[in-house]
């Protein structure tokens, strides 16, 4: 019996081993794949199941992009659950915006935006969890700036200070061209996203349901031509991109399965060319993948 005990316990052993991820090989494989393009790469990763995590290049700051849509839709939810707002509140859809550089009006081209539909409404009302869902699923620019109009962005990076990103700055909405000739853009870090996201992942952000409910919408992503481009269809990922000249970025949360779930941020600037730093970025998001199954 004593035998018998000791070699199932072997068993378990070995099986444990076999399982067990080589943190330091993925390491080295993804710097790389990394090195293999010009531009400056950034990858924080977080293994939900065993808390191992990879960071390369963490602190490195990064313009935003499309990924500070995340921290908006955290703060209107934020305020919601203060009932400071109501996510059913029908918002006035115009194209005209304020500037924070000296206070000028400008408007939103729909010919350099994602979202068509928005534009066909203006005059109209949608309600704010309408536009919620367009800024994140389709990452329009034009939504975007009326639900930061409505709610204002002066509270986002306090909210994030909470949630343990020190360093994302959410300053303003996009397209706003005097400020960005200034210098005066939202920027980021790949561990503060991590931070964001995994505080989503493990039902932290105001509390277990709204967060699933945010997660619900990262789902319904419709860009995939970075973490999901190389994984199989099936796999959910909630997550958000960002795209501006030279910078490609993605972040999110990977469901291998119910049990098993990672979080992913990969940046990326000074790209001679986008379409290939993406595609490094895709690899590097297989490579992290294939790891772990």
């Known amino acids: 019996m004593k035998n018998t005990i000791l070699l199932y316990g ?19 494989n993804i710097e790389k794949i990394i090195k293999s393009e010009k531009g400056k790469f950034a990858v924080a990763f977080k293994n939900l199941e065993d808390g191992q995590v990879i960071l390369i ?20 939810f934020k305020k919601s659950f203060e009932n400071k707002i109501s996510l059913d509140d029908t918002i006035l859809i115009k194209n005209e ?8 009006l400008f408007k939103l081209s729909s010919f350099d935006d994602s979202d068509k539909k928005t534009y066909e409404r203006i005059g109209g009302h949608l309600s704010l969890r309408e536009l919620i869902y367009e800024m994140i699923t389709i990452s329009s620019n034009f939504a975007t700036n009326l639900v930061i109009d409505y709610i204002g962005h002066e509270d986002i990076n306090m909210t994030m200070r909470d949630l343990g990103a020190k360093d994302i700055n959410v300053l303003r909405g996009v397209e706003d061209i005097k400020a960005y000739n200034k210098g005066l853009n939202n920027t980021t870090t790949a561990l503060d996203l991590l931070k964001i996201y995994e505080n989503l992942a493990l039902g932290r952000v105001i509390n277990t349901k709204l967060s699933q409910k945010m997660v619900d919408i990262l789902k319904d992503q419709k860009y995939d031509d970075i973490i999901p481009k190389y994984l199989p269809k099936e796999i959910e990922i909630a997550h958000k991109d960002g795209w501006v000249s030279g910078t490609r970025h993605d972040s999110g949360i990977v469901f291998i399965n119910d049990e098993k779930k990672y979080v992913l941020v990969l940046l990326s600037k000074n790209l001679e060319d986008e379409i290939k730093g993406a595609d490094i970025l895709a690899k590097v998001s297989l490579e992290i993948y294939n790891s772990l199954i």
């Open 10 to 28: 072997l068993i378990i052993l070995l099986f444990s081993c076999n399982e067990s991820v080589d943190y330091p090989s993925l390491q080295n």
């Open 97 to 104: 915006f304020i500037s924070i550089v000296d206070g000028s």
């Open 57 to 76: 290049n963490e602190m490195e700051e990064f313009h935003a992009a499309s990924t500070m849509k995340t921290p908006v839709m955290i703060e209107a």
